[in-house]
């Protein structure tokens, strides 16, 4: 079974950076691949980076990318979102997602397993 927990988020400053971890407490953590979203207020949720279960290979959306670095270490049975350069358009609750898979999707429908989230607020 899959139970993730995330971890790191808080109010920060724009032009702060962060890093949220996600933990696995399974011990099958390698054999999915995950993903980070974000919901903020009054939006939907959307993809915001995702990497394969080796770690190999990684997606970014768009409004990240340059700012944005996901990483695992399936050691740790852990998955990293560092986020650089803050800005307060950043502000949501971020979730990670696991697939049992070997694709990363934008479409969260395809995730199986999710966690509670962690609240990221950036103050201009």
């Known amino acids: 079974q899959v139970q993730l927990v995330e971890s790191g988020g808080g109010l920060v400053q724009a032009g702060d950076s962060l890093r949220l971890s996600c933990a696995d407490s399974?011990?099958?953590?390698?054999?999915?691949?995950m993903g980070w979203f974000r919901q903020a207020p009054g939006r939907e949720r959307e993809f915001v980076a995702g990497?394969?279960?080796?770690?190999?290979?990684?997606d970014f959306a768009d409004s990240v990318k340059g700012r944005f670095t996901i990483s695992r270490d399936n050691a740790k049975n852990t998955v990293y979102l560092q986020i650089n350069s803050l800005k307060p358009e950043d502000t949501a609750v971020y979730y990670c997602?696991?697939?049992?898979?070997?694709?990363?999707?934008?479409?969260?429908?395809?995730?199986?397993?999710w966690g509670q989230g962690t609240q990221v607020t950036v103050s201009s």
């Open positions: 997602a696991a697939r049992n898979g070997m694709s990363i999707p934008r479409d969260e429908t395809q995730y199986d397993y």
């Open positions: 990497i394969i279960r080796s770690g190999g290979s990684a």
């Open positions: 399974g011990r099958t953590f390698s054999r999915y691949a």
